[in-house]
């Protein structure tokens, strides 16, 4: 086989395969990875979404909101 007019071995040949292969392998990873940080952001917007409905003040929530002046946090 002639590539760019040099004569390639079987080794270059099997070279090229396995770097191609790699590449897929590579993009496949990195798609499977990017679907999950899509999904874990659209879960993420969701529950602080749902979290806010239970919070907000005559929405049915527990809890009265906190005063702007008393201390919150571990710090005080």
Known sequence: MTLFGRTLGGE???????????LVI???????ERDWTRW?????ADRKARREIELAPGQG???PPPSS????????
């Open 12 to 22: 270059e040949i099997a070279s090229l395969v396995f770097l191609l292969l790699a």
């Open 26 to 32: 590579w993009l496949m990873a990195w798609r499977g």
């Open 40 to 44: 874990f952001r659209r879960w993420e």
């Open 61 to 63: 929530g527990d809890r």
């Open 69 to 76: 002046g008393a201390p919150r946090g571990p710090w005080g």
